[in-house]
């Protein structure tokens, strides 16, 4: 296992200036993915658990200045924080008989702090796209660039043997593999973060009519 670990160590210090630039720049796009994945796991899954708690007191009592007083208890729901916004938009309204448009500025507020929120929790989320769909392509070019610097030193030392053209070759796959080390977590983690923001989202949108019902039927 040593000598495996000091064999690709020594493979890394080996290779040539571009090789070295690729793998840099796919540690440096790794080390970022995984904050992502970090800090994004931790928000996404408060927001889902702090919105189902919520959603589950709000069905529950059904009295906006309940409900209220409890949202404060979630800072991390998206569903709380949308709350929040429409029961100020309904402050705002005072005594305004007119429930069409009672409805419709509520739903405005709703529906504005709602795409706030997706925002919000699809931040840096592209970025893991991005990798994985790169990561790849550049470990690629590490690999290609370092077989053809071990095919021009073939042709300096006119010698096709194995023990001349083996650690070239092997130089350059590192510059694959680094990729699709990169690459494979990021696509994950986008595929999962992807699925548990659409959750939120569609209970955002379910949640859109009940709030305004609720509002509205207010004595």
């Known amino acids: 296992m040593a000598d495996s670990k000091f064999g690709i160590i020594s493979l890394i210090s080996d290779a040539g200036p571009?090789?070295?630039?690729?793998?840099?720049?796919l540690l440096s796009f790794s080390v970022v993915s995984w904050a992502i994945i970090v800090f994004k796991f931790g928000y996404i899954r408060n927001s889902l658990?702090?919105?189902?708690?919520f959603l589950d007191y709000f069905f529950e009592v059904y009295n906006v200045e309940k409900i209220f007083a409890e949202s404060e208890n979630f800072?991390?729901?998206?569903?709380?924080?949308?709350?929040?916004?429409?029961?100020?938009?309904?402050?705002?309204?005072?005594?305004?008989?007119d429930l069409r448009q009672s409805r419709a500025r509520i739903a405005r507020a709703i529906k504005r702090e709602a795409?706030?929120?997706c925002k919000r929790l699809s931040t840096l989320v592209p970025f893991l796209?991005?990798?994985?769909?790169?990561?790849?392509?550049?470990?690629?070019?590490?690999?290609?660039?370092?077989?053809?610097?071990?095919?021009?030193t073939i042709g300096l030392t006119q010698s096709a043997s194995l023990s001349a053209v083996a650690p070239g070759i092997s130089e350059a796959l590192v510059a694959t593999a680094a990729g699709?080390?990169?690459?494979?977590?990021?696509?994950?983690?986008?595929?999962?973060?992807?699925?548990?923001?659409?959750?939120?989202?569609?209970?955002?949108?379910?949640?859109?009519?009940?709030?305004?019902a609720v509002f509205i039927n207010e004595p």
């Open 75 to 97: 800072k991390k729901g998206s569903l709380p924080r949308v709350f929040r916004s429409g029961y100020a938009e309904y402050m705002a309204l005072g005594s305004q008989s």
């Open 129 to 152: 796209a991005t990798v994985g769909n790169t990561a790849p392509f550049i470990g690629l070019f590490g690999t290609v660039w370092g077989i053809m610097s071990s095919f021009h």
């Open 18 to 25: 571009v090789v070295l630039l690729v793998l840099g720049l």
């Open 180 to 212: 699709l080390a990169a690459a494979i977590p990021a696509v994950i983690a986008y595929n999962y973060f992807t699925q548990q923001i659409s959750i939120i989202e569609r209970d955002l949108e379910e949640f859109a009519s009940e709030f305004v």
């Open 49 to 53: 658990n702090e919105s189902k708690a």
């Open 115 to 117: 795409n706030a929120e």
